[in-house]
């Protein structure tokens, strides 16, 4: 009976050694390439408006204080207006400043939960 259980085992770690082979260390470097293309965004998820909100935000200040938020589209537009108004931020073009607000109010926005820090 141990040498059945034995066999058994060998089987195993024989199928999933197979698994990890070209396929699972392919999937392991997508893997590792996302999480590097993430931290090259300071943790900023994939998305439109990712590098619009790195390149204006971080430019003042950490992304931390952006990833913590969890505010409303509303709120983010009012936060824009207010580091304009008292902060000195340059103000937005139209079109920037949607894709900005877009993202922020779908990724740092009130359903932020459903996003990883």
Not at 13 to 20: H, I, N, Q
Not at 24 to 53: C, F, I, K, M, Y
Not at 75 to 100: H, K, N, T, Y
Request: proline share 6%; glycine share 10%; net charge negative.
């Amino acid at each position: 009976m141990r040498a059945v259980w034995i066999a058994s085992l060998l089987l195993a770690v024989a199928v999933g050694w197979t698994a990890l082979g070209p396929a699972g260390g392919a999937t392991a470097q997508s893997a590792n390439a996302a999480a590097t293309e993430e931290d090259e965004w300071d943790g900023l998820p994939p998305g439109p408006g990712r590098e619009e909100v790195f390149y204006a935000c971080a430019a003042c200040h950490s992304l931390a204080i952006v990833k913590q938020q969890g505010l409303s589209r509303d709120s983010w537009d009012e936060s824009l207006d207010w580091m304009v108004e008292e902060q000195g931020m340059e103000p937005l073009e139209p079109e920037e400043r949607a894709l900005i607000l877009g993202y922020l109010s779908e990724v740092f926005g009130i359903d932020r939960a459903k996003y990883k820090p």
